[in-house]
Antibody
């Protein structure tokens, strides 16, 4: 079964750091672009970041540029999102999702992991 | 940046009736070299992640019932549910993947009347 499973969310104080993980199974992870998308509960979807198959291309939304770092370990079938200098407005459910090409729709999504930034 | 808008914000349709959702992009998402519209539709049910329904504006994802259809080109797109079923209650999002921002629309909530 094709699956993405996120972990690493939780409650963190403003200014803190957190690393999210997304483990892929059931498909050739190294062959896909991977993305992070976030959603404030009850609100819409917002794209956060993407990475290509060999990590040579990474892109970020302006709202997280310079604070978040996306990476992947193809040997471990795992996608990461290192989040530093967290702010209250980063509070959201974070989904990992895949796309076959650089310009493709997101066809498989994980269940998401909740990040709450609060003192 | 491409800005996506959707209308209406919500709609209630009787079971078996047609539901129509509109999506508009602030600039064309039609790539002329391949004549493809870089526009997708997603369905999100409460407590679940989004699910891809339609890509390239009108291509149905594998396993998606044929009562779902997408149309449009350039900047104006439509998702149609031809005969609403109870399990279609959800929020529907359009998304452009023409740019590297991958903007989503604000969503349209579909309920049963």
């Amino acid at each position: 079964e094709v699956q993405l499973v996120e972990s690493g969310g939780g409650l963190i104080q403003p200014g803190g750091s957190l690393r999210l993980s997304c483990v892929a199974s059931g498909f050739t992870f190294s062959g896909y672009w991977m993305h992070w998308v976030r959603q404030v509960p009850g609100k819409g979807l917002v794209w956060v970041s993407r990475i290509n198959s060999d990590e040579s291309i990474t892109t970020y939304a302006d709202s997280v540029k310079g604070r978040f770092t996306i990476s992947r370990d193809n040997a471990k079938n795992t996608l990461y999102l290192q989040m530093n200098s967290l702010r209250a407005e980063d509070t959201a459910v974070y989904y990992c999702t895949r796309a076959y090409m650089t310009d493709d729709a997101f066809d498989i999504w994980g269940q998401g992991t909740m990040v709450t930034v609060s003192s | 940046d491409i800005v996506m808008t959707q209308s209406p914000d919500s709609l209630a349709v009787s079971l078996g009736e047609r539901a129509t959702i509109n999506c508009k992009s602030s600039q064309s998402v039609l790539y002329r070299s391949n004549n493809k519209n870089y526009l997708a539709w997603y369905q999100q049910k409460p407590g679940q992640p989004p699910k891809l329904l339609i890509y390239w504006a009108s291509t149905r994802e594998s396993g998606v019932p044929d009562r779902f259809s997408g149309s449009g080109s350039g900047t104006d797109f439509t998702l149609t549910i031809s005969s609403l079923q109870a399990e279609d209650v959800a929020v529907y999002y359009c998304q452009e993947y023409y740019s590297t921002i991958f903007s989503f629309g604000p969503g349209t909530k579909v309920d049963i009347k």
